[in-house]
């Protein structure tokens, strides 16, 4: 099957910019990911970072919805084990009735910030996301067992389902379970150093069909920079180097100018922190990136990736983005393609 692109957005914050430009921004290239013909735009959930102004992530999604018109649009996720799962429930039946067939549910396991911040959130606990799932589900489905006392709960809207589910992975934990659910599969390949191949098998023996999904489907999520040339990639880049430098030792930020950052004095240490974390990444100019994108995706044997571009320059970012799509022929292909999950 042909390779179909999605985007997967923070909301990036620059230094000199603000994080209100950044939601801005992300309209920005929700319109122009559409008119390229990617598939999805999804938007992720974060707290208390400086770079990245995605928190909300419900509202970033009627937001970009809103300004668009057949792009599906969604969550990339919500990170559940910080929420109650009726409002959850609530929060999605309602994007549904407003953007019919349009929307995504995406959810992880992680809390997606740092140890204070998820005190201000609610009490933490991983090990909780299965029967968070299992009540979020069972409350959209009017399902709550007689003897339950959640039983009398009416989700509303109550005319629509919660759109489709999408478990997010980024070690295997949750491939088997969204197999045995029949729900989709979304590996973070954008930052996780786990070989994406293991959990997408699991997930794939594991699948049992469902009415959302009767066949299983898996997205690989890539970091990606592209530019013109392979130099100006490489230079762009230098952006996600001190950015992670930075985040490893607590020093939070917005995301540096390429020339902040080459210019910051890093030690032995930072440089080796820096060489193994640019493994992770896709830098390159077109044809550089198609061939390692192409790889990856054979390697894990799907056929959707979901690209995070983190770039200083919005206008740099963009360019990214309609190069990538202008190199697979994603325009071309637009219009053979469905918005379904």
Not at 29 to 54: C, D, Q
Not at 89 to 108: N, Q
């Amino acid at each position: 099957m042909a390779l179909s692109l999605s985007v997967l957005d923070l909301a990036p914050v620059g230094s000199g910019s603000t994080a209100s430009q950044a939601l801005r921004n992300t309209v920005d290239l929700a319109r122009l990911a559409e008119r390229l013909g990617y598939t999805r735009y999804w938007v992720a959930e974060h707290h208390n970072l400086p770079s990245v102004a995605s928190s909300a992530p419900e509202v970033l999604i009627a937001y970009v919805a809103a300004a668009t018109r057949t792009i599906r649009v969604g969550a990339g996720g919500i990170m559940l084990p910080n929420h109650v799962p009726l409002q959850v429930a609530e929060a999605f039946h309602t994007l549904e009735a407003l953007y019919p067939g349009r929307v995504d549910l995406g959810l992880g396991r992680a809390p997606g910030t740092d140890p204070i911040t998820i005190r201000a959130l609610r009490p933490f606990d991983g090990e909780q996301f299965a029967p968070l799932l299992a009540e979020l589900l069972a409350l959209s489905r009017g399902e709550v067992p007689e003897d339950n006392p959640l039983r009398s709960v009416r989700v509303v809207p109550d005319d629509v389902e919660l759109p489709p589910i999408w478990l997010l992975g980024s070690s295997g934990a949750s491939a088997r379970l969204a197999g045995s659910l029949g729900l989709g599969y979304s590996f973070a390949g954008h930052f996780s150093p786990t070989p994406p191949g293991p959990a997408i098998r699991t997930y794939l023996e594991s699948f049992r069909p469902s009415a959302q999904f009767p066949e299983p489907h898996a997205i690989l999520g890539i970091s990606v920079v592209c530019a013109e040339t392979d130099e100006h990639a490489e230079h762009l880049a230098w952006t996600l180097y001190l950015s992670w430098v930075r985040m490893h030792s607590g020093r939070l930020a917005p995301l540096p100018t390429p020339e902040e950052a080459k210019a910051y004095p890093y030690t032995p240490q930072e440089r080796e922190i820096i060489h193994n974390y640019r493994k992770l990444h896709v830098i390159g100019s077109p044809s550089t990136v198609r061939a390692r994108i192409e790889a990856l995706v054979a390697e894990a044997g799907v056929n959707e990736a979901i690209v995070s571009t983190l770039i200083h320059n919005p206008e740099e970012r963009l360019r990214s983005y309609e190069l990538l799509a202008r190199e697979l022929g994603l325009s071309s292909a637009a219009a053979a393609q469905s918005p379904a999950a």
